[in-house]
């Protein structure tokens, strides 16, 4: 059998976080009771007239100017005409052949860029909800704003369309234009697919799979589509340009309906509604409104302080963990030992990726710094300060209320030598297990020196006095 190549481009739908909808000022917030965040407009009765809501133009700017994209100093909006319960109007306002965003791109780990054709504005439509046999209809959403994201189709593979979403997704999220909670639907994504025999150009015939909200599902179906496009290619039948849905029950993806072309749609200008143009200096004025990215901030971490490659990545998966250890990190000569206090021990606290996102710390990023400014200045010793540290977290206390000067004076050489010596004394067995061969039970010799000192004795020195003492005794 001959190999065969992915091919795949993304079109990502992200609904914006603005409070009130495109074109009314209904609410955007989710959860409601069915239709209770609706009006005449976003239920499209006759004789209403939409008005464009600027937060809209100016976050989906601000998502083009983070991907590197160019502005279209005119766009317009424009009608997509399809007859669908979901849509009340029979037609989505968006934008077809003058988006607001185009040509940008997001770079991937290994330096390939995936390119972006274009960002659009447009609605959201409503929601079917199914039930015993019913279907009933949820406008709730219809009008919520939606930028949608579109590649070239340069992906190669499933690591690399996810990576890209992934990309993607911490991108939107640190500039704050969404919240791209795939669960709740506000990140969606169809994937376009196609297969050549590997070593060959020509694109193949793609199949588009709809709504895809998470990525386990992304990747089983992508995986699906993949060997189905193989195995009709092999079998010298051809693969049919058309719309797919993944059903999870089965792993499998199923046709829904062949695919539109944007003549099927009817596009035409939206005539209730003028151009929109953006001039130079509201872009200027956005550009200045964004934040460090996510891997500008990552690669500040790992080339300005040091900090290993993976410590950097997951301080940086985070924005909130992220803006903490920022605060943290002022000035401290050595900022890797916040990042390690960070991932090293507070993040056991927060096992699911929704805490870690949330992060309600316990101790402020100040009193994270006077603890590590403590550890700098050699007055705290590393394992008193891990143990200080989760009783700050504990009790949200500062460093100071916590350790005495007399706890940081750790213990003197002489004490500690007769401590040592006392433990040795009293635990034969470990000692001898030691001198059997087994290096471990030095540990518990040392948890003997801890105990004895309340954690005050510098772990490193006692373990280096106690092998002397032990091979002395040899
Ligand atoms: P349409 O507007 O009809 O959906 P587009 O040409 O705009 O079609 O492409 C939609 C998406 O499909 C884009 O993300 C694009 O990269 C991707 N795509 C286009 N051709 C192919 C192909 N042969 N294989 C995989 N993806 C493709
Ligand atoms: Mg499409
Ligand atoms: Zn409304």
């Known amino acids: 059998m001959r190999e065969y190549e992915l091919v795949a481009g993304l079109e990502t739908h992200i609904e914006l976080s603005t409070k009130t909808k495109i074109f009314c000022g209904c609410t955007t917030a989710f959860g409601a009771q069915p239709n209770t965040n609706c009006c005449p407009i976003c239920i499209g009765l006759p004789g209403t007239l939409p008005k464009l809501n600027e937060q809209v133009v100016r976050y989906a700017v601000m998502a083009g100017l983070a991907t590197n994209c160019k502005i279209n100093p005119v766009a317009k909006m424009d009608r997509k005409n399809y007859v669908y319960p979901d849509l009340p109007k029979a037609y989505q306002i968006s934008e077809y052949d003058k988006p607001l965003c185009y040509e940008g791109w997001i770079e991937l780990e290994s330096g390939k860029k995936i390119r972006i054709t274009r960002i659009h504005i447009e609605e959201d439509a409503g929601k079917l909800v199914h039930d015993r046999g019913d ?267 916590l350790v005495s000067e007399e706890d940081m004076a750790g213990v003197d050489a002489g004490a500690l030598e007769g401590i040592c010596k006392e433990v040795l004394s009293n635990n034969p067995k470990a000692v001898g297990d030691f001198l059997g061969g087994k290096d471990a039970a030095i540990k518990s010799l040392l948890g003997g020196v801890m105990k004895a000192t309340r954690g005050k004795a510098d772990a490193v020195q006692a373990e280096t006095l106690l092998r002397t003492l032990i091979n002395q005794r040899k």
């Open 135 to 401: 279907t009933y209809v949820d406008y709730n959403r219809g009008g919520v704003p939606l930028i949608e994201i579109v590649t070239e189709p340069d992906i190669r593979s499933i690591d690399e369309a996810r990576e890209y979403v992934e990309k993607l997704q911490l991108i939107m999220k640190y500039i704050g234009v969404s919240d791209c909670k795939m669960q709740e639907g506000s990140l969606r994504c169809d994937v376009n697919i196609s297969v050549r025999p590997k070593g060959t150009e020509k694109f193949g015939t793609r199949a588009e799979i709809k709504n895809m909200n998470s990525f386990t599902f992304m990747s089983k179906a992508m995986q699906y589509e993949f060997d189905r496009q193989v195995d009709l290619i092999e079998s010298g039948e051809a693969v049919v340009q058309e719309t797919r849905r993944y059903n999870d029950a089965d792993g499998t993806t199923m046709s829904m309906r062949g695919k539109e072309d944007a003549q099927d749609y009817r596009y035409f200008r939206e005539p209730d509604l003028v151009s929109i143009e953006t001039d130079e200096k509201t872009i200027e004025e956005i550009r200045a409104l964004l934040p460090e990215l996510p891997h500008e901030k990552y690669r500040r971490y790992v080339t300005g302080y040091g900090l290993p490659a993976a410590d950097a990545q997951l301080i940086t998966k985070y924005r909130r963990v992220a803006e903490y250890f920022d605060e943290a990190a002022k000035g401290l000569q050595n900022p890797k030992t916040a990042a390690n206090l960070i991932v090293g021990q507070m993040f056991r606290r927060f096992p699911t990726e929704a805490e870690k996102e949330e992060w309600a710390a316990g101790a402020t990023a100040e009193q994270l710094r006077e603890l590590v400014l403590l550890i700098e200045s050699g007055k705290l010793k590393m394992n008193l300060a891990k143990s200080t540290l989760e009783k700050m977290l504990d009790t949200g206390k500062p460093v100071s209320e």
